[in-house]
């Protein structure tokens, strides 16, 4: 039986183990997943960090940074944190646009967003981002990873590759002419080591073979193909010192909403990760550590010349595969790949471009996820809206607009299917036998059709949730009483839930009812929606005489007020 989560929003997972007590057997296993998943990690630090608009040992300090914050401070036993292919677009967009200072600012706030929202306990409310809109913004995410490979892939001659994405297209249209063969072949053996190895041996992490033949082939063989070194200079081996950005302070208030993605990117994908670590492990997570782990991590990471950092579901994968028990396998991770940057950095500018390119095709494929998204297309049409549009809007347009459009959508979308659901009906139609409706039902006590409704009296029943999207519904069903009655009687026994906009619709009931010479009587309220009356001081307009527990006392009060 696992341990109760302890009450604190912020508790490391590292602090648990080790009073628990941390043995040699559980080092040895974390030693040994650490170096492999270091080993994993390399090539796709460098990989995410190009695709990102920015340099490749960037990549390498986010994922030695953010990647030991991540899992020393961490809510997960085996979560991996560092550069992620989810941060690409975005990330692109920031640096083309503000520059890299630009993007440190916005880190940093997305940082400090993070740690609020983890010190705030939305660790759970974070989960609830729709799944349309997950599958629509990584489907795309990966499209624009693809496309932004095609240059190396082929290895074309461009100056540049524009932003948007039909001018790229058109830029590439235009270089096709100019293809190589040598990176092209090289990009294809890449693919296909990163395919075909893992069928062979998984002792071998694929990438990490892909690019040690495919860098050996170039420099044995002197292939003309573009290089890491050629494209950026050499790359340094040693960690930069922190340095704050240099910005205007007029352009923080724009880059808050760059930042606002990045940090609902960051809590998303490593909540994720986590949750499907724990679906490997038997383990579960602490969501609210893991936020503020990640803003921490996020807040540190840009300091050091980094870029944004989550939890990385596959990193992960492979780090719990590998034998990982406790968080010291991710700082082991951390370790390994600041060790490999100390000493084998120099090295690094030899990987060629086409090789690199190959790799995220690879990643790009597998991030896309497109059986499900097919598998949505077969889904109701509010939510196959919700897929395309966020899909559309990362592709096309950006992964800011596409992440809030669709969030935005899918909430109103949900509002309207909400409000279909709240039903508001007289009980004279209730009264008939329902189709299909058993002897037990029909012998419940509580229903109108073992009832006499008098003269001058009119029941409704509200079945679902009132509130601002049923609200409409309800005044339309009243409105339907063509002579205004002595008692009109609610029956509320159906409705858990009450907002603003839901009262405020009974309160102008209530206000018709009485300067008609009526009387409102609410019956059958629950507790959340009687507070509610309570605290708005609505109940004590209505008369607590006029709020029975049921339709029953509910019928005696109407039947005393027709007498009265």
């Keep these: 039986m696992q341990p109760a989560q302890p009450p604190s929003v912020f508790h490391p997972k590292l602090v648990t183990v080790l009073r628990e007590g941390y043995s040699w057997t559980l080092f040895r296993s974390d030693l040994v997943a650490g170096l492999v998943v270091g080993i994993v990690a390399l090539p796709l630090a ?3 960090a190009i695709a990102s608009g ?3 040992e960037q990549g390498l300090y986010t994922a030695v940074i953010a990647g030991f914050l991540i899992s020393a401070l961490g809510g997960s036993r085996v979560q991996i944190g560092g550069p992620t292919g989810a941060f690409v677009v975005l990330v692109y967009a920031v640096v083309q646009e503000y520059g890299y200072d630009g993007l440190v600012v916005a880190t940093l706030l997305a940082g400090a967003l993070l740690v609020v929202m983890g010190l705030a306990r939305m660790g759970a409310v974070i989960k609830f981002i729709p799944y349309p809109v997950t599958v629509g913004f990584t489907s795309g995410i990966a499209v624009i990873i693809a496309l932004g490979q095609v240059r190396d892939f082929l290895g074309l001659s461009m100056e540049s590759v524009p932003a948007e994405f039909f001018e790229r297209l058109g830029a590439l249209w235009e270089a096709l002419p100019t293809v190589s063969p040598w990176a092209a072949g090289i990009a294809v053996a890449t693919v296909l080591t990163l395919r075909l190895l893992p069928h062979v041996t998984h002792r071998v992490p694929a990438s990490l073979a892909a690019l040690l033949v495919t860098t050996a082939i170039v420099r044995f063989f002197d292939i003309p193909v573009d290089t890491i070194e050629g494209r950026f200079g050499a790359v340094p081996s040693s960690l930069p010192t922190p340095r704050l950005p240099h910005v205007e302070w007029s352009t923080v208030h724009e880059l808050f909403s760059p930042a606002l993605s990045i940090a609902l990117l960051a809590g998303i994908e490593s909540l994720l990760s986590a949750v499907v670590a724990d679906g490997m492990t038997g383990r579960r997570h602490r969501s609210n550590t893991e936020l503020v782990a990640q803003g921490i991590a996020n807040l540190a990471s840009p300091l050091f010349g980094g870029i944004p950092a989550t939890g990385a579901i596959a990193r992960t994968a492979t780090n719990i595969k590998s034998g990982a028990k406790t968080p010291i396998a991710g700082i082991v991770h951390a370790l390994t790949l600041l060790l490999i940057l100390l000493v084998f950095g120099r090295y690094a500018g030899m990987i060629p471009m086409a090789t690199l390119a190959g790799i995220l095709m690879v990643v790009a494929w597998n991030m896309g996820e497109w059986h499900v998204f097919r598998r949505l297309l077969r889904s109701p049409r509010s939510d196959v809206m919700v897929l395309l549009s966020t899909f559309g809007l990362t592709v096309i347009i950006d992964l800011t607009v596409a992440i809030q459009v669709g969030v935005v959508m899918a909430a109103l979308l949900f509002m309207h299917r909400m409000s279909e659901v709240t039903q508001v009906k007289r009980q004279v139609e209730a009264m008939r036998r329902p189709a299909g409706a058993d002897d037990d039902e029909m012998a419940d006590p509580d229903r109108t059709s073992a009832l006499d409704i ?11 949730p009132f509130f601002f999207g049923a609200a409409e519904t309800f005044r339309s069903a009243i409105a339907q009483i063509e002579d205004p009655p002595r008692v009109l009687v609610l029956r509320m026994r159906k409705v858990l839930t009450l907002d603003a906009t839901g009262l405020a619709a009974l309160e102008d009931v209530h206000e018709q009812t009485a300067r008609r010479g009526g ?25 607590e005489d006029n709020v029975p527990g049921d339709i029953h006392d509910s019928m005696r009060r109407a039947r005393a007020l027709v007498a009265a």
Excluded: C, N, Y
């Design 454 to 464: 008098p003269a001058g009296v009119e029941v409704f029943e509200i079945d679902g």
């Design 519 to 543: 009387t409102l009587v609410l019956s059958g309220v629950h507790a959340q929606p009687l507070v509610v009356m309570q605290r708005s001081g609505f109940l004590d307009r209505v008369g």
């Design 54 to 56: 920015v340099k490749p």
């Design 46 to 48: 460098i990989a995410f």
